[in-house]
């Protein structure tokens, strides 16, 4: 796409290509607070402040949608347009009054808030800033930074105060926060389960032989314990299918590491979809969001100062000159550029986009590549770090939409919902399989931890601990 053959112009044209992968991979609030940086630092760099097109440059007034721009849409699609506004803000005024305020796009809750919610009754008024205080300053797998003494010197608490709202903590969903370390979260998470004999192997097996079981020496530790070796293969398998060595990110979505999104780009979404407002069967309408208000251009003074300026001045002059003009097509290439990923993805997942989840069509990032005719490595940058408003008022990342194990993630969720019983992770398998999706066990069990769905065991014994109706 931006391959150019002039020998001349190929230095230029590495350091447009390389500007714009940059631009690319950042959030809208990321770009716009280097757009902030560039126009410190480079007085050839102008911001005209008024409402214009971002990509035609044309003067909007009042007006959110270009009239010129949002009419150059395919003859089917959706209508997609770039908006001058530098973040989002939920609508007001009487053209959207009629909108149901529940559809309004939200952040995900706060791990911290979803903890100290369960936690509400349980805590004394003097310790919610002591378990707030905790909870904060958890790693990102959920275990304690910092031992309980050095906690309780900084807060001022005793030290059993302390040891008991980590106790508290510890014990509420997702089981086995604020521990130690991943042996100890085990444990926990074992505390919480009826006796048996398999859970008391199982603890043993944690204490004794923990390092031995992430080397997976189940001979050594059978002989060891005199326990046969195919008993302590099924208490392994019991351990893999029923706890959680990290416990914080089940929240987070994913069974293997956390969510690092900036929480900015939840509350300032990159790109915003909704029904046509005056046509609600026709095409979907795609806002995407520009990284300032105002028109970024080169100063058209600078320019001519810089003909008439001495020779000494023109040499650093020019050097801003080409550094502006540079940044101002890189923003441009890189408006152009999610405009037609947008463009292309919301035509191919629209179903999803309408209707949920289980409508989501499995793409890859090449395919998409193709469409457009780009690289590969540029509908990359450009989803990521990217998050989109949906019509049913989800906000979500762009990613979400190359992910290819969300329709069988949500079949999961409806089985576990719908259930008389808490199913096994086998069992949830072979319920795929009836519906004609081939997943082994081992996957389902990957799926229920990134949607934070609890083992069949723990779902039992919640159920079993939930108070009856009357």
Known sequence: MFQIQDQSLRPLTTAHLAQTMSLLNLSNTELHEKVISELAENPALELIEERVCPLCNRKLGSSVVCPVCSRKVP???????????????????????????????????????????????????????????????????????????????????TLSSVNEVIRLISRVDPVGLAASGPRDALLIQLELMPPCETRTIAESIIKDYFKELGRKEYEKIAADMAVGSAQIRRVVTFIQDNLNPYPAR??????????????????????????????????LTVEIFAPISGWLRVNPLFRKAVTSSDEQASEAWNKHLEKATLFVKCIQQRSNTMQQLMSTLVRMQERFILKGDRHLIPITRAQIADEIGVHESTISRAVANKSVALPDGRMVPLSLFFDRSLAIRDRIKEIVRNESKPLTDEEISEELHNDGIKVARRTVAKYRTIEGILPARLRQQKQDRAPLKA
């Open 250 to 283: 089940a929240f987070w979505g994913s069974g293997r590491h956390q969510q690092t999104a900036d929480p900015n780009v939840f509350h300032n979404p990159d790109v915003v979809i909704r029904k046509n407002q005056n046509d609600p069967e026709g095409p």
């Open 75 to 157: 003859d089917e699609g959706p209508i997609v347009f770039m908006s001058p506004r530098d973040s989002y803000h939920p609508r007001t005024g009487s053209r959207y009054e009629q909108e149901d305020l529940d559809l309004e796009p939200t952040a995900p809750e706060n791990l911290t808030a979803h903890v100290l919610q369960q936690l509400a009754s349980d805590l004394e008024a003097d310790d919610r800033q002591l378990a707030y205080y905790i909870l904060s300053s958890l790693d990102d797998d959920g275990f304690l930074a910092d031992p309980p003494a050095l906690i309780a010197r900084a807060t001022r608490k």
